[in-house]
């Protein structure tokens, strides 16, 4: 090692020179590809992303997904495979597996899902599989499905697609999978949806559980994907037990906050969820892909969810995977994940002193959902002009919205990505005064026949110039991988 060079110096030019190397074999056969991913590296280097559910991966976890791996197929499970020749994936998947048990305690982990919405589906068709499909086999006395009489089987498909599903409302931060019925969920099962308070914006338990007495699902699905706050998932899981559902946490957002210890106890979902599914990016900051952890008694279930509801796995991913959850695993992993939820409440408290509204009033995870009606604005027009500022953002319903999924009344922000680039309290109370800039600057547009538009804006001159002046000041300070020099 060169004097004064760090471990960590050497390892970033390491990654210069492989990614240098990647892009010059890329770009011999397709060089507008290697352009365009040399400028989504600059584009993302010179904006502020407070996209929720995005973060920056490790050069480690992303090299990884550039191997042979992607050659493979792998159909099955480990040591049960389709297709021979995959005793390294084998491998791959069981050290993956391993590290997702040991970060979370959970006695079985599922790591073949491509995504979030995959890891739902064989969740879903595991809870239906366990206690719809093995209990009519039983009753009937036969081995698989392929045994059943035309007329038995006809009659256990009418049971797949009349069981009842119980989750949290869209535009009360839950997830499009809960149950939404334009999404698969809402076709999938006979379902209905708990909101929050119309005052609070808060989860009322109870109210949850007289909804739950009431429709008696089979399941019950705890978790979110815009709701600002922790959820007890004691709470839930007593519902569940006294209604007889399965309870299904999707901590597809709040992962990293669980495997870093910043939620523990009650706010642990994993002990107390028969099923708990995540991504294995967002604050968890891996590739992108899902996750399915579970009790014992549904492992076997969840073991066939190839070819039950999946094709074959991504092998590549799975290492990559696997190289995540082992940084993770990393006492650091729990500073960065402390540093989320401190670095979210800094930037809630920024826009509460500037006279911004949030829903709920606050945050204590890692969102913060800011309702920009008070600004004359739709989701869509702040989204539009943070954007024009160098703001990377996403519009998002509030409880009731008005505005509706489309154009909206909020704007969802999450603080994982910039966490990880080394953004601190003062950095996020800036971040808000920067923000509140330029949605009090922006101005509703009209339509062409003069009445008022949802889409359309006017952002003050000289706006999106001082703050894209001011932002550069935080991001050179806070460099995103640091000592990555492309040519």
Not at 36 to 64: C, F, G, H, M, W
Not at 425 to 442: E, H, Q, S, Y
């Amino acid at each position: 090692m060169p004097t004064g060079q760090t471990p960590a110096d050497t390892l970033a030019k390491t990654a210069s020179t492989a990614y240098d190397a990647a892009l010059e074999v890329i770009g011999a056969v397709e060089p507008r590809i290697a352009a365009a991913t040399r400028q989504e590296l600059a584009d993302q280097r010179s904006s502020l992303k407070l996209i929720a559910s995005e973060n920056y991966a490790s050069p480690a976890v992303l090299l990884t997904m550039g191997t042979w791996f992607s050659d493979k197929y792998a159909e099955g499970t480990v040591g049960h495979r389709f297709y021979a020749g995959c005793q390294n994936v084998d491998t791959v998947e069981s050290i993956a597996a391993e590290h997702a048990r040991e970060l979370f305690g959970a006695p079985y982990a599922y790591v073949q899902p491509h995504s979030g919405i995959d890891a739902n589906l064989v969740a879903f068709w595991s809870i239906l599989a366990h206690h719809v499909e093995t209990p009519a086999l039983e009753r009937l006395g036969a081995k698989n499905v392929n045994e059943l009489s035309e007329a038995d089987w006809e009659t256990l498909r009418h049971e797949f697609g009349n069981q009842r599903l119980l989750g949290m409302a869209l535009d009360a931060g839950g997830h499009l999978t809960h149950g939404f019925r334009p999404n698969i969920s809402g076709k999938m099962f006979h379902q209905q949806q708990y909101g929050t308070d119309p005052e609070t914006g808060l989860l009322d338990y109870d109210v949850v559980r007289a909804k739950a007495k009431e429709f008696k699902p089979l399941v019950l699905i705890a978790g979110y994907s815009a709701y600002p706050r922790r959820v007890n998932f004691a709470k839930m899981r007593e519902i569940a037990d006294e209604v007889g559902a399965t309870l299904m946490v999707d901590m597809a957002h709040f992962a990293g906050l669980v495997a870093g210890k910043v939620f523990t106890g009650d706010e642990d979902p994993v002990p107390f969820a028969h099923l708990t599914t995540t991504t294995t990016h967002k604050s968890l900051r891996g590739p992108r892909g899902g996750m399915v952890l579970a009790q014992e008694e549904f492992a076997a279930d969840v073991d066939r969810g190839c070819p039950m509801v999946l094709g074959g796995p991504l092998s590549h991913v799975m290492a990559a995977k696997a190289v995540a959850l082992a940084e993770a695993r990393q006492p650091s992993f729990q500073t960065y994940a402390q540093a989320i939820a401190d670095n979210a409440k800094s930037l809630a408290e920024g826009f509460l002193s500037r006279g911004a509204n949030l829903v709920t009033g606050g945050t204590d995870n890692h969102i913060v959902l800011l309702d920009v009606s008070s600004f004359g604005l739709t989701g869509r027009q702040a989204e539009s002009a943070l954007l024009d500022a160098g703001v990377v953002t996403n519009r998002n319903s509030v409880p009731a919205d008005p505005n509706g999924a489309w154009y909206t009344s909020g704007i969802r922000l999450g603080t994982p990505a910039l966490t990880t680039r080394g953004f601190g309290a003062d950095d996020f109370d800036r971040v808000a005064d920067l923000m509140v800039d330029v949605l009090r600057n922006t101005q509703p547009g009209t339509t062409k026949a003069g009445g008022p538009s949802k889409a359309t804006y006017a952002l003050g001159d000289g706006v999106a110039d001082r703050v894209r002046a001011a932002s550069a000041e935080m991001l050179d300070a806070h460099p995103l991988y640091p000592g990555l020099d492309l040519a």
